[in-house]
Nanobody, 124 residues
Framework: QVQLVESGGGLVQAGNSLRLSCSSS????????VGWFRQAPGKEQEFVAA????????GYGASVEGRFTISRDNVKNTVYLQMNSLKPEDTAVYYC?????????????????WGQGTQVTVSS
């Protein structure tokens, strides 16, 4: 059973940066994909970014493209989400998720394993 643990959330002012981490308890295969989603109060889950582990190809949600960057550390089995130029509308709980053996997807339901989430709050 894979366990994912997010960290790095917090309270920041608009315009600043945060880096989230997602560590896996198990090995992440080159065929796997890891994604980041977020959920704000009263809203549905929103796709943020994802990466295919082996090739490293990435995808981003329209609202974060150009500001957020997803990356991975193969040795540490860890995925990072660098968030720059943060806006109040980025406030949400951020979750990482693993999709074994498949490419990345923007759909929440396509992922099999989830972390517990980390809160990001951006003040204006």
């Amino acid at each position: 059973q894979v366990q994912l643990v997010e960290s790095g959330g917090g309270l920041v002012q608009a315009g600043n940066s945060l880096r989230l981490s997602c560590s896996s308890s198990g090995h992440i295969s080159s065929l796997d994909a890891v994604g980041w989603f977020r959920q704000a109060p009263g809203k549905e889950q929103e796709f943020v970014a994802a990466i295919r582990w082996g090739p490293g190809n990435t995808g981003y949600g329209a609202s974060v493209e150009g500001r957020f960057t997803i990356s991975r550390d193969n040795v540490k089995n860890t995925v990072y989400l660098q968030m720059n130029s943060l806006k109040p509308e980025d406030t949400a709980v951020y979750y990482c998720a693993l999709r074994p053996g498949r490419g990345w997807s923007t759909r929440f339901s396509d992922y099999d394993y989830w972390g517990q989430g980390t809160q990001v709050t951006v003040s204006s």
